[in-house]
Structure formats: structure tokens, C-alpha cells
Nanobody, 117 residues
Framework: QVQLVESGGGLVQAGGSLRLSCAAS????????IGWFRQAPGKELAFVAA????????YYAHSLKGRFTISRDNAKNTMYLQMNSLKPEDTAAYYC??????????WGQGTQVTVSS
């Protein structure tokens, strides 16, 4: 059974940076496109960024491109999200999972990012 574990969140001041990690155990991501999603209090889950595990092609929410960078380490079966120039509106719980709904596994606990102004 695949388990996704997100980590790297925390409290940071506006303008700061964080790097999130998403580690998968149980099987490799192989040909799947994996993404980061976030959910702010009182809001729906929103797409942040995604990466094709095989080709490395990346996709971003338009409003976040330029500040966030997604990457992966095939050997570690781990995906990362480098977040720079953080804003208070980036405050949310961040989750990783397959981009395509039919390929998703159980959601992990997520990692909380809080950006203070």
C-alpha cells in the first residue's frame, strides 16, 4: 500500500522560503504525474504544481509560477516544492498526490505552512 508523507512546513515571515518534501513508500511514482495541492482554512483544495515522474515536465498554477519550483529525486522517490517570496495568502495545509484523480492514493497528513505578515 502506498503511503505519502509530506514534511517541511512551518512558520515563516512574509518574503521567506520553505522547501516541502513528499516521500512515497510502497511503490515508486514511475510514470505518474504527481502534484502538490493546498487547502487554506475555509477554502477548497487547490492545485499548486505537478511534475511528470518520467519526463520531468512541470506544471504550475498560473498565479504561483515564478515563486514556486517543483522537482523530484527519482532515487529517493521524493518530490519537492521550493517556495520563495512567501506571502500570507500562501498559508495552507499542503498535500501531495497524483494529479489525475483516478491514480490517487490515500491522502497523507499534509504539512502546514503558515506565513506571517
Amino acid at each position: 500500500q502506498v503511503q505519502l508523507v509530506e514534511s517541511g512546513g512551518g512558520l515563516v515571515q512574509a518574503g521567506g522560503s520553505l522547501r516541502l518534501s513528499c516521500a512515497a513508500s510502497g511503490r515508486t511514482f514511475s510514470s505518474t504525474t504527481i502534484g502538490w495541492f493546498r487547502q487554506a482554512p475555509g477554502k477548497e483544495l487547490a492545485f499548486v504544481a505537478a511534475i511528470s515522474w518520467s519526463s520531468g515536465s512541470t506544471y504550475y498554477a498560473h498565479s504561483l509560477k515564478g515563486r514556486f519550483t517543483i522537482s523530484r529525486d527519482n532515487a529517493k522517490n521524493t518530490m519537492y516544492l521550493q517556495m520563495n517570496s512567501l506571502k500570507p495568502e500562501d498559508t495552507a495545509a499542503y498535500y501531495c498526490n497524483a494529479l489525475i484523480v483516478s491514480a490517487r492514493v490515500a491522502w497523507g497528513q499534509g504539512t502546514q505552512v503558515t506565513v506571517s505578515s
